[in-house]
Structure formats: structure tokens, C-alpha cells
């Protein structure tokens, strides 16, 4: 995997350091004649202490930071807006170099403060209750603007806390970018880089086939969420086109088969859409087809938005959904959609808030 030792060194153009992958960046450094532990040392200054040059990391010798430094740079992303909507959840607008824009949400609750980033500008899959779909596909992001969001989050944290939980759920499908989230996911999990336990790292899919059945394959240690949004394909294909493709039993076959840690589960989303998919047959349908695969439901009623051709159901409705999958014995929690006065809320993120620079 990744650029040979030649190609690494060449110095035209210079390698981001974050664009590698924990064991790209070791092959990176032992190519200069250093040892392993200098690619720790590194891992620890890029995404423990937060650097943004070679020339702070102190612990290395001068002649090799300037060796570094001709053929490599540490990229760095500054949100070029932050909204805060009154249940204290955040949502960062990032400039790319390119121009392209995208945006992160970090959302607190009682005992955790969860991030929930992008992995795409844009995306291809076209939901049809989403607003990231309504943009289209510009392009994937590199594996350092996908960890650079969690950085430029942790720099404007309130004093004392800190960022408990990963969701790869924001802009874009994450296995339709495949390499890249995954290289991201390794410098989270990485005991030497962001540290975060792999119980608290979630990848979230719409049900791209190909990548699910390499996740599954290549043995995923992290948690695992699928986009369902109903029980039938005739539903399921209306509501998300992917699923012509990708249909609802081959999905739920990798499902059945899929390599969890014990004690997990796989997380279904379902967001909830009035007259479509929110019928207590529906729910009775859902229970059907889950049988045997470990699950929990998040039920998410839909965050309506201009442009978005379908409405959010009454509450009355999404508890008698909630109960007949409780009664059933799933484990179904109605998410209540933080952030939506900002468009923060699932399905809502657009790379588009105004343009504010912070004082
Ligand atoms: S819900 Fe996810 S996969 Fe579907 S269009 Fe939106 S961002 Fe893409």
C-alpha cells in the first residue's frame, strides 16, 4: 500500500504529512535512514500535540527537520465559519484549497461531544431526503482534510472538555471514498495519533456494496451504521437510488455475515418520512428482515427543508413505529435532530452557510 520510498523522497511536489496513513508515514521516515520510533514521535506531534511545522518538533534532530521540511509540509484547515444553534451544537464551514467548501458538526450532549465529519465534497448517492445529495458529487477528500476537521474542531472546544466520539456521517458516503477514510480512520484509532478507542469511531454507509464487503473482509475494528430508511426495495429505491443497484437483501446479507467485535451491534438509520416509509406495516417489515443480524434502530424523523419533496411524520406516528419494533425486541431510539435551526441536522449539510469569518 502507498508510494514507494523513492517516490516518497522525491521532493517535487512536497507530501502533506497528513495525507499518510500510520504505516505509510513509518515507511516515509525509515526511508530517510531514521528509526520506527521517529515516525511515533511524529504521529504524536501531527495529532497529539496538534504542530502545524517540523521546525516545533523539538524532539527531532535540526539536520533532520530540515531534511524533512524540503520535501514535506504539515497542512492546516481554519473554519472560515462556526454557527452555534442554541442546544449547543456547532457547525464548521471549511474552505478547501480549491475553493470547494464543506462542513463538520460537533454535537454535545449529557456525556459525550460527538464530531460528525465529512469524506467528500458533495455526494454522488442523490438521497432524496438529503440536501448533500441535492449538490452533487465535486470530488473525495484527501485523508488530511478529513483529519484536519477534527483538529480545527478540537481547537475551538469549550475549555475542558474534548471530542469523545467520531461519526464519519457528514458530507458524502464514506466507502465511495474508500482509501482515504480508511487511512483517516487508522490515524484516529492510532494509539500514537488521535487515540480514539475503535468503540467510539462509527462509519456510516448508505450500503455501497463493494466497500461494505472489503470492510467486512478486511475486518473493520471500528462501528459500523447503515443508511436503511425502509424495509422494502420498491420504498427503498424511491427514497435512496442507490438501492437499484445495491439492493436491500445483499446489503443485509454482508450485514448477517459481518465480522463485529463482541457485544456490538450494527446501527440501522432510519429517518422517518411521512406516508412513505413510516407505516406500522413498515415497521412490522423491518423486524422481519433484521431478524439475525445483532441491531440497533436509530429513528431519525425527517428534518424537512425547501426542496426536500417529502415531510416529517407526527409524533404519534413515530412512537407507535418506535414501539412496535420495541415490542418486537429491537433496540429503537427516536433521534431528536440536533442542530436543525442551523442546518446542521442530518441530511442537511450543504458547504453553503454564509460566509462570516470568526473575530
Ligand atoms: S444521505 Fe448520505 S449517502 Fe445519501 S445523498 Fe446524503 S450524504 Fe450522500
Redesign the pocket.
Known sequence: MGLSPAELRDPLPKIDLKDLGPSELEAFITSFGKEHYRAIQILRWLYLRGVSSVEGMTNLSKRFRQELSRVSLISVLKPLHIEQATDGTRKFLFELTDGNRIESVLIPEKSRITLCLST?VG?????R??????TGFKRDLTVSEIVNQILAARENLPHGTSITNIVL?????PLANYTNTMKAIGLMISPDAFKFSSRRVTL???GLLPGLERMAREGAGFRLAV?LNASDDETRSRL?P?NRLYPLREILRVCRNFPLRPRTRITFEYVLVENVNDSPQSARNLLKILRGIPSKINLIPLNEAPGIPFRRPSQERVREFQEILMEGGLTAIVRTSKGAEISAA??Q?RGKSPVLLPS
Open positions: 467528500q455526494c454522488a448517492l442523490g438521497c431526503f438529503c440536501l448533500t445529495g441535492k456521517m457528514g458530507m458524502g458516503e456510516s454507509t448508505a443508511s435512496m442507490v442530518c441530511g449539510l
